[in-house]
C-alpha cells in the first residue's frame, strides 16, 4: 500500500472538517428556514398588519395565498374599513404583491396590483391618505379602478380609472404617475402624466408636482344652464395646495340652454388651482367669443356659505354685438349689429336655478356704428359670428351707457343713443327670460319729421308727430318703449 499513516490520517481529518462545516450549514440554513418563516413579509398576518398600518384602517380578506416564486402573495375580496358602521374606505377584488430577495433586503416591493379597486373618501379627508410605513412601492397598478367622493345634497361623484400607474410610490426621489379617467362633472375623459415629489413630511400639501393634461369630449350640459362640448389641454406644475396651470380650451358652440343659441369659444388661460379644496384663481384668460376678443381674469371658488360662486372681470375692447347678444335672446337674430368695447363683472353662483336667473353683471358698454336689423330677416346660426351686410344707406347710430343683471332683468341706466338726426336719454329694464321692454327716457331732435326714414328719429316718428304738430317748437320729447322685443312700441311717455 502507498498510502502512509500520516496520509490517512490526514484524509481522515480532511472528512471530519468536512462534516463539521456542512453540519454547520445545514444548522444555518434551517435557523434561517425558522427565521425567514417567522418573518416571512409576505404571511398572512404580516401583510395585513402592514396594510393596517400604511392606511389606517382595519383590513381583511375573502382569501390569502402566499408565493414563493417570486416571493409574494394573492389575496382577493380585500376590503380597508376605519368605521365597523360605515362604508368601507377601500375594496380589491384581487390584489397581488410581489418582490424579489433584492428588493426585500432595500424593503422595497416591486409591483402592487389592485385589481377591480374601489375607493370610498370623504372630501376633507382627501389630503389625509396616504402610505406612513416607510415600504417603497417599485411599481402600483391598479386598472378599471373607481374612486367615489360622496356628496351630501347631490349625487356622489365617480372617477373611473381606465389605468393608473404609480412609480416608485413612498420612495425617496419623485414619484411618477399615468392615468386615463372618466371626469364625473363634466363628463369627460382626461389623460395625465407627470411626477411628484420628493414627498414633504412635515407639510405634504408643499409638495412638487409637475405634468400635463388633455380633456376631451366634456358635456358641459350638465350645469343644465349651459350646453356645448369642452376641450382642453396644457400643462401644470408647482405644488399641491398651489398649482400652476396654463392651458387652451375649446367650445365649438357655447349655448346658453334657456334660448338653445350659441357661438364659439376659445380661450388661452393661465391659473393657480389649489388641489386640496378645487379653488381655482384665473390669473389670465384670453378668449374668442365670436368675434369677440376678451380679456378676463377672476375665480372659481367656495363662499363664506360654502357654495362655489365664479367670479369673472371681463373686458373687451373690440367685438361685434350681434355676437355678444345672441346667446342670450330668443329671437332668430339681435336686434343690432355693430361694434362693441365693454367692461363687466360677473357673478355666476353655484345652484339649479336657470342660468339667465342666477347670472349677475355689472357693465358698462359702448357700440358704435350699430344699426338696427331687419326683425322679419331669419339668420341662420352659422352665419351668427360673421359680419352682416347692409345698406350703405342705412343710419348708423352710437349706444353707450350703464346695466345691471340680476335675477334674469337687466336694468339700464344712462343709456344714450346718438345718430346724425337725433339723440335719446334712456333708462329702464329688459326681461331676458320673457323679452319685456320698459324704457323711459328723452329724445332730443329736430322739430320737423319730414322725410323721416331712417335712425332713431324714424323710430319714433309715427307715435310723437302729433306732438310736433301741438308744439312745433319742442325739441325735448319724453318717449317710452314698452311691449316685447319682438314686438316693441314706441311711443310718447305720456307720464311725464
Known amino acids: 500500500m502507498n498510502e502512509t499513516l500520516g496520509d490517512y490520517g490526514l484524509r481522515r481529518r480532511r472528512l471530519r472538517l468536512t462534516a463539521i462545516v456542512g453540519t454547520i450549514l445545514l444548522l444555518a440554513l434551517l435557523a434561517g428556514v425558522v427565521l425567514l418563516h417567522h418573518f416571512w413579509p409576505f404571511a398572512e398576518a404580516a401583510v395585513r398588519s402592514n396594510l393596517s398600518e400604511a392606511f389606517s384602517a382595519n383590513v381583511r380578506f375573502g382569501s390569502f395565498h402566499e408565493k414563493y416564486f417570486p416571493p409574494g402573495c394573492v389575496a382577493e375580496n380585500v376590503v380597508f374599513q376605519r368605521d365597523d358602521d360605515g362604508a368601507p374606505l377601500a375594496q380589491i377584488r384581487r390584489l397581488t404583491i410581489t418582490s424579489g430577495l433584492g428588493a426585500l433586503l432595500r424593503h422595497h ?50 372617477f373611473v380609472f381606465h389605468s393608473f400607474s404609480l412609480n416608485n410610490l413612498n420612495g425617496q426621489g419623485v414619484t411618477k404617475f399615468a392615468a386615463v379617467f372618466d371626469n364625473p362633472l363634466p363628463r369627460g375623459a382626461i389623460s395625465t402624466t407627470g411626477q411628484f415629489g420628493p414627498w414633504n413630511k412635515s407639510d405634504p400639501a408643499a409638495t412638487a408636482v409637475l405634468g400635463k393634461y388633455k380633456f376631451e369630449n366634456a358635456d358641459l350640459s350638465v350645469f343644465k344652464s349651459i350646453a356645448g362640448t369642452l376641450s382642453s389641454d396644457g400643462n401644470f406644475g408647482g405644488t399641491f395646495k398651489h398649482m400652476m396651470v396654463e392651458g387652451d380650451t375649446r367650445i365649438p358652440s357655447f349655448v346658453v340652454a334657456s334660448t338653445g343659441h350659441g357661438v364659439p369659444l376659445d380661450s388661452h388661460f393661465s391659473a393657480v388651482v389649489n388641489a386640496l379644496n378645487g379653488d381655482v384663481t384665473l390669473q389670465r384668460v384670453a378668449a374668442q367669443f ?61 345652484g339649479h336655478e336657470p342660468f339667465l ?127 316685447t322685443y319682438s314686438h316693441p312700441n314706441f311711443g310718447l311717455d305720456m307720464g311725464s
Open 109 to 158: 416591493v416591486s409591483l402592487f396590483r389592485a385589481e377591480g379597486m374601489h375607493v370610498t373618501v370623504a372630501t376633507k379627508s382627501l389630503g389625509q391618505n396616504q402610505l406612513r410605513k416607510q415600504t417603497t412601492i417599485d411599481k402600483f397598478v391598479a386598472d378599471d379602478a373607481e374612486l367615489e367622493i360622496p356628496r351630501k345634497d347631490s349625487l356622489a361623484l365617480r
Open 290 to 350: 365670436g368675434k369677440d376678443i376678451i380679456n378676463a381674469k377672476g375665480s372659481i371658488a367656495r363662499r363664506e356659505d360654502g357654495k362655489r360662486s365664479a367670479i369673472l372681470d371681463l373686458a373687451c375692447d373690440r367685438g361685434r354685438v350681434e355676437d355678444t347678444f345672441y346667446p342670450f335672446i330668443h329671437s332668430p337674430k339681435s336686434p343690432l349689429a355693430g361694434e362693441i368695447a365693454f367692461q363687466m363683472h360677473v357673478v355666476v353662483p353655484s
Open 357 to 483: 336667473k342666477k347670472l349677475q353683471a355689472d357693465s358698462k358698454f359702448k357700440i358704435h356704428n350699430a344699426r338696427f336689423t331687419n326683425r322679419d330677416l331669419e339668420t341662420r346660426v352659422s352665419l351668427v359670428a360673421s359680419p352682416h351686410d347692409h345698406d350703405e344707406t342705412d343710419t348708423l347710430a352710437n349706444f353707450q351707457g350703464e346695466v345691471k343683471l340680476n335675477h334674469g332683468i337687466a336694468h339700464f341706466t344712462n343709456l344714450s343713443v346718438h345718430d346724425d338726426g337725433a339723440a335719446a336719454l334712456l333708462s329702464g329694464s329688459y326681461d331676458l327670460t320673457d323679452q319685456k321692454v320698459n324704457l323711459h327716457g328723452k329724445l332730443k331732435t329736430e322739430a320737423s319729421l319730414a322725410k323721416t326714414t331712417h335712425g332713431i328719429k324714424a323710430v319714433f316718428a309715427k307715435a310723437i308727430e302729433p306732438f310736433f304738430k301741438k308744439k312745433p317748437h319742442e325739441t325735448v320729447v319724453p318717449v317710452h318703449v314698452g311691449g
